[in-house]
């Protein structure tokens, strides 16, 4: 391995970037705006830099959306507060992030997204507030939305914070030169705990959500590492999933039209059902959030070494998500979050319908006209579903390629498998002890998501993505 494969995933990942319709590099107009973006004026905000903010994001983040803080006096409901940078620049284009391998692309230009807008540790920022008071049940009693001044004291990071939580890894340096922040996160995590215990009582979709993370450096395609669930991700989700749903409400309570995300009823349902059925579960034959739950809790509990792929091979029958454009008096639901008026609001340096929600909030907040109609919400809304099916395919391709690179030694081993997708168009297989996906070009007859098997690895074509298995 060495530095010209970092290059070669490098050509593939700009190539299809292009080839799925998302442009590599910022336009002259995109970098044209960066002088005009600057800070609003404090004294037209609440100033809330004293609260013990802190961000929680992955080990190499630079574009930081996000601080959470939490008030507790012991006698009345817990206060969580939820800072979300305040961003306002064109991004229209690709509408997303893309994360490959060897290279991002981000949304902004780095000038914005990790400096003037990002809520770096130790500056100052203006942030939109999601404010919730959470009862001991994990009900949410009351909420706000509002402008603010706020101060990132601390920036932490997923696997720092979810080892300390566990015990398995040491205090955290910021502990010594930040007063309290061990209680803060000790509280975040308390509420977070029953934020996630009333989502379960809604009948919330818990699933196994395991990610192939190419490493890759100037020496090449290091390791594939199987990124997964811990206990910071999940504080920072479920505090992320109330913020976004008490973001839709408060849009909707002042009669502004937004762009929701929706997961629809299944389609393939009775695939689902059937796939319980061979595990020996039951579920009713209309699709039913709170029953595939409970399927989902008894399987995870039982047998823990099979929950992964059980989980991945319902997350592919339920469908993808997507952005619909909704009046105020609508209200679409998410099957797999068991919500309903839920938008994404909560990281506008990376994802463009959050920049659109952002500008609806400050017009609600202001009390002055929207900035967007119906009309033209519901055009951004199939635009930004259409580049983000985009984004996620130029991401699949470049990590099945770094992929293709790491195996390519490795033609005629034979892996335990699981079916992934199954259709006209092909078959594709997961791995069971890497998430590696590929095609299944033989022996594919009568399979289908959820099946187990066995596959040899046939071929591996880097440059287009491709990793071919056969069924052995």
């Known amino acids: 391995m060495n530095g010209s494969?970092?290059?070669?995933?490098?050509?593939?990942?700009?190539?299809?970037?292009?080839?799925?319709?998302?442009?590599?590099?910022?336009?002259?107009?995109?970098?044209?705006?960066i002088a005009h973006v600057g800070a609003p004026a404090a004294s037209s905000i609440r100033d809330l830099r004293s609260l013990p903010w802190s961000s929680i994001d992955n080990d190499d983040s630079r574009d930081l959306?996000?601080?959470?803080?939490?008030?507790?006096?012991?006698?009345?409901?817990?206060?969580?507060?939820?800072?979300?940078?305040?961003v306002d620049a064109h991004a229209g284009a690709n509408?997303?992030?893309?994360?490959?391998?060897?290279?991002?692309?981000?949304?902004?230009?780095?000038?914005?997204?990790?400096?003037?807008?990002?809520?770096?540790?130790?500056?100052?920022?203006?942030?939109?507030?999601?404010?919730m008071v959470v009862d001991g049940t994990g009900t949410l009693v009351d909420s706000d939305v509002y402008r603010a001044l706020v101060h990132n004291h601390a920036q932490l990071t997923y696997s720092a914070v979810a080892a300390w939580l566990d015990g398995s890894g040491p205090a955290l340096a910021a502990f010594g030169r930040v007063d309290g922040l061990d209680q803060q996160l000790r509280l975040q995590d308390e509420i977070a705990t029953r934020l996630q215990a009333q989502r379960d009582e809604e009948g919330a979709l818990d699933f196994d959500r395991s990610e192939l993370r190419p490493v890759v450096d100037d020496r090449g395609v290091r390791e594939l590492r199987t990124e997964t669930a811990n206990r910071a991700k999940e504080l920072i989700e479920n505090f992320m999933v109330a913020a976004n749903g008490v973001t839709a409400r408060f849009l909707g309570a002042k009669g502004l039209s937004s762009i929701r995300r929706v997961v629809r009823s299944p389609e393939r349902w009775p695939r689902i059902v059937e796939l319980a059925a061979r595990h020996g579960g039951s579920l009713p034959p209309a699709p039913n959030a709170r029953a595939l739950q409970q399927f989902l809790k008894t399987e995870r509990a039982t047998a823990p070494d099979d929950y992964a792929d059980l989980s991945l091979s319902v997350i592919k029958l339920l469908g993808r998500g997507e952005y619909v454009a909704e009046r105020a008096t609508e209200s679409s639901s998410h099957f797999a979050l068991a919500a309903a008026s839920y938008t994404h609001s909560t990281a506008p340096n990376r994802r463009f319908p959050d920049l659109v929600t952002q500008r609806l909030l400050k017009a609600a907040i202001a009390q002055t006209r929207a900035p967007y109609q119906l009309t033209e919400l519901t055009r951004l809304a199939e635009h930004c579903t259409r580049q983000e099916d985009a984004a996620n395919k130029v991401e699949r391709l470049t990590k099945k390629a770094a992929a293709a690179l790491f195996l390519s030694d490795r033609i005629g081993e034979i892996f335990d498998a699981v079916v992934t997708g199954a259709g006209p168009k092909g078959t594709w297989v997961r791995l069971c002890k890497m998430p590696i996906e590929g095609r299944l070009e033989r022996g594919a007859e009568g399979l289908d998501v959820g099946d187990r098997l066995r596959a040899r690895l046939l071929s591996t074509d880097p440059g287009r993505g491709f990793i071919d298995f056969g069924r052995a």
């Not at 970092?6 to 995109?30: C, N, T, V, Y």
């Not at 959306?65 to 305040?86: F, K, W, Y």
Request: aromatic letters at 4%; hydrophobic letters at 40%; one cysteine or more.
């Open 5 to 33: 494969q970092k290059h070669e995933l490098e050509r593939i990942a700009r190539e299809a970037m292009r080839a799925h319709g998302l442009e590599p590099d910022f336009s002259a107009a995109a970098r044209e705006q």
């Open 65 to 86: 959306d996000q601080l959470e803080a939490c008030a507790d006096d012991g006698a009345s409901p817990t206060r969580v507060l939820v800072a979300i940078a305040e």
């Open 95 to 131: 509408t997303t992030s893309v994360y490959t391998p060897a290279v991002v692309f981000p949304m902004l230009p780095l000038e914005l997204s990790t400096d003037r807008t990002s809520l770096n540790e130790g500056e100052d920022r203006a942030a939109i507030v999601i404010e």
